[in-house]
């Protein structure tokens, strides 16, 4: 009878948390810690081809000292941060990764504006390839990051809706942080086309402008 008895109140504590969203709370605070790993692994990879990218233009631009050094200091400060699965519980701390993150990816634009005044540099076929691979790698990024806002606006909604939110409560779920952009002010604003600006001077020499 004891035994019969423990099994009825078992089955009705499991459908009693399943009914108050407690399974889709752990699924979905699964999802998120999946897709977040999966944003993690993306800026490991940037993070690893910022080195090498940075000695090849190093050879062709001797003079722009200060935009490499710029990358490879903002390289250094994103290796400081400890991107923990932890990380995602912490608003502040999640701020400060993506403030590092956002000043790399200025620099790495800035080092590859640089690399357009280096006709050698852009013919040569190991910075093609580190530029290709470093495409490649945004684009990853931006998919990344476009599937852990989903899994956490999911994860978030399900934390503040009513009955889940008390089962979130009762367990200590959190909602969690999500991506935003820095630059919200300056983004909002129609872009400016403006057809009668002076057309940029003719290069002495003759030779046609290629981009690649």
Not at 24 to 52: G, H, T
Not at 97 to 121: D, I
Not at 134 to 145: D, F, K, P, S, Y
Request: glycine residues 4%.
């Amino acid at each position: 009878m004891r035994k019969l008895v423990s099994s009825l109140f078992l089955l009705v504590v499991v459908f009693g948390l399943s009914g108050c969203g407690y399974n889709r709370l752990q699924a979905q605070d699964e999802a998120v810690k999946a897709a977040w790993s999966e944003v993690l692994n993306q800026y490991q990879r940037r993070a690893d081809l910022v080195p090498n990218l940075v000695n090849v233009v190093k050879a062709y631009a001797a003079h722009e000292k200060e935009v490499l050094t710029q990358v490879t200091a903002a390289r250094a400060r994103v290796g400081q941060i400890q991107a923990t699965p932890e990380l995602i519980n912490d608003p502040q701390a999640f701020q400060r990764f993506q403030a590092a993150q956002g000043e790399l990816s200025s620099a790495l634009a800035r080092l590859l504006v640089v690399a357009e005044n280096y006709p050698q540099l852009k013919a040569d076929g190991l910075f093609r390839d580190l530029q290709a691979q470093l495409e490649g790698t945004e684009n990853r990024i931006a998919v990344a990051r476009n599937r852990y806002i989903r899994a956490v606006q999911e994860y978030n909604t399900t934390v503040r809706q009513f009955p889940s939110n008390l089962t979130a409560m009762l367990f200590g779920y959190q909602p969690k942080p999500n991506f935003t952009v820095d630059n919200e002010k300056d983004i909002s604003r129609a872009p400016r086309v403006d057809f009668g600006a002076p057309a940029p001077a003719p290069n002495p020499s003759g030779a046609e402008y290629s981009p690649h």
